[in-house]
């Protein structure tokens, strides 16, 4: 699902995974409030838990997203946020999820999963039926995950045409991929948080 931000930014998150998310929390926040309202012994530590779970909602279905800007790909992830500037791009795929190549390296991006048989069906129905248009990529390598109803296609159809207009009007310099660096940036708050919680999880219903 994209969105327009205020210097014009492309911005996708996943809807699908956004409500998994809030059905998470809630389903944390009733066990929660069950526990601090019927119990006062070691079955507290069942807190534990709900913390860990809705941490990892908020880190793996909440916060992951895509911005496409004019200085490049910015990919937000589970554990790392990756920067790849457009001079780093050498191709884009939807096979299993949206992924961005770069010379020796590929990421996958979070928010943006191929879509499964049900939602290619319903994506396919849309286009032929004229409800969205087609992908621009080649029908030779197109893919499910290309469909522009499909949150994988939607991403990647923006990539691609953003990359092709600055490769075609020459603001873009051939031949330096492998010289252009791509910065990633790990989440050492979050993967603290959650290999905390875990083993906090594990003593818990030891415990309890």
Known sequence: MPYASADEREVFVSRFNRVVAVLIWAAT?????????????LRLLYLVPCLFFALVAWSAL?????????EGVTVRN???TI???????INVDTKYALTLYTPGR?????SAPAPGTARTLRATRNETRGRVG??????????????????????????RRRWSDLRDSGRLDAGVADQTPVTVHWHWAELAGMVLLAAGTVAALLLA
């Open 106 to 110: 590929k990421f996958s991006v979070w």
């Open 134 to 159: 087609k992908p621009s990529v080649a029908d030779t390598v197109r893919r499910p995950g290309d469909l522009l109803s499909t949150e994988s296609g939607q991403a990647a159809e923006v990539i």
């Open 62 to 70: 909440w916060r992951p997203l895509l911005v496409v800007a004019t």
């Open 29 to 41: 926040a009733a066990i929660a409030v069950t526990l601090v309202l019927s119990v006062d012994d």
């Open 83 to 89: 920067e790849i500037p457009w001079a780093a791009l």
């Open 78 to 80: 589970v554990l790392s």
